[in-house]
């Protein structure tokens, strides 16, 4: 029986390049010369340091730019909201990765709800979807990416 995984997964390689390629624009722009502008990445949480909150913003329209080009989707960048203190600002960008029990059971009610002849069941952080025909479930594959789930999802693992 073909089947396949729905996952949201992050490439935390190309999650780092992008970090790094932020941080050295930041070196060479000149309207961040000398501020301590920076970018600090841990554990898929980048944190924001600037000395204003405008920048906090310009940074962020930066930190999108470099991830996308990376090929990192920003549908998964939940944006916290500006700490600013008299000295320094900081803001918090988390990068939401794998699929938590409330949105795969969304995902598996969608799938349940669009009368496709296919099967799909919570497993950990992934969906898998089963049918008795290949084309079924590419038509599941395109029903989810019109779908409109809040994470973006990659679907691997494709067995025939």
């Known amino acids: 029986m073909p089947s396949f995984d729905v996952v949201s997964e992050l490439d935390a390689h190309e ?19 000398d501020s301590g502008a920076r970018y600090e990445l841990a554990d898929f949480v980048v944190t924001l340091h600037a000395q ?3 920048q906090l913003r310009q940074m962020l329209d930066i930190l999108k730019l ?3 080009k990376r ?28 699929i938590d029990q409330e949105t795969g059971k969304k995902i598996a009610r969608l799938i349940k709800d669009s009368k496709l002849k296919v099967q799909a069941s919570l497993q950990g952080d992934k969906v ?11 038509d599941a594959i395109q029903f989810l990416r019109k779908a409109g789930v809040e994470v973006p ?3 691997d693992n494709f067995r025939d």
């Open 15 to 33: 999650v780092t390049n992008a970090v790094d390629q932020a941080n050295r624009e930041l070196s060479q722009r000149f309207d961040f010369k």
């Open 52 to 54: 204003v909150d405008f």
């Open 66 to 68: 470099r991830l996308s």
């Open 71 to 98: 090929g990192v989707d920003i549908a998964c960048l939940e944006v916290k909201e500006p700490q600013t203190t008299l000295s320094a600002a900081r803001q918090e960008v988390i990068l939401r990765h794998g």
């Open 128 to 138: 898998r979807v089963a049918a008795k025909q290949r084309d079924e479930l590419q």
């Open 153 to 155: 999802l990659q679907f």
